[in-house]
Nanobody
Framework: VQLQESGGGSVQAGGSLRLSCAHP????????MGWFRQSPGKEREEVAG???????YYAASVKGRFTISQDNAKKTLYLEMSNLKPEDTGTYYC????????????????????WGQGTQVTVSS
């Protein structure tokens, strides 16, 4: 397994969760890394990303509530989620691609070649 997510769960609206994604085979500055999510019947959508320089990018729907970060020593990508809403419910996927270097926006799903298995986040009202 190249990417291993953890930290999903069930919370009430307004609560917080932290997702982790271990990527032991890749350096933290290797390339663009990100989080996407998917709900039943919907397409996978971008949530947040971090480029090889450490700049971060967010979908408008999560900006101000979610924070993406890296622990270089642990080779782990994080997604801190606060003030969660029912519409944040879905399966969250960690992703990266070694070819995505010098990218300054979250690339589309099809550009990412390495994906985790996903972790479920459920937010109840």
């Amino acid at each position: 397994v190249q990417l291993q997510e953890s930290g999903g769960g069930s919370v009430q609206a307004g609560g917080s969760l932290r997702l982790s994604c271990a990527h032991p085979n890749y350096g933290s500055r290797c390339c663009f890394m990100g989080w996407f999510r998917q709900s039943p019947g919907k397409e996978r959508e971008e949530v947040a990303g971090i480029d090889s320089d450490g700049s971060t990018y967010y979908a408008a729907s999560v900006k101000g509530r979610f924070t993406i970060s890296q622990d270089n020593a642990k080779k782990t990508l994080y997604l801190e989620m606060s003030n969660l809403k029912p519409e944040d419910t879905g399966t969250y996927y960690c992703t990266l691609d070694p070819l995505l270097v010098g990218v300054t926006a979250i690339p589309p799903v099809a550009d990412f070649g390495v994906w985790g298995q996903g972790t479920q986040v459920t937010v109840s009202s």
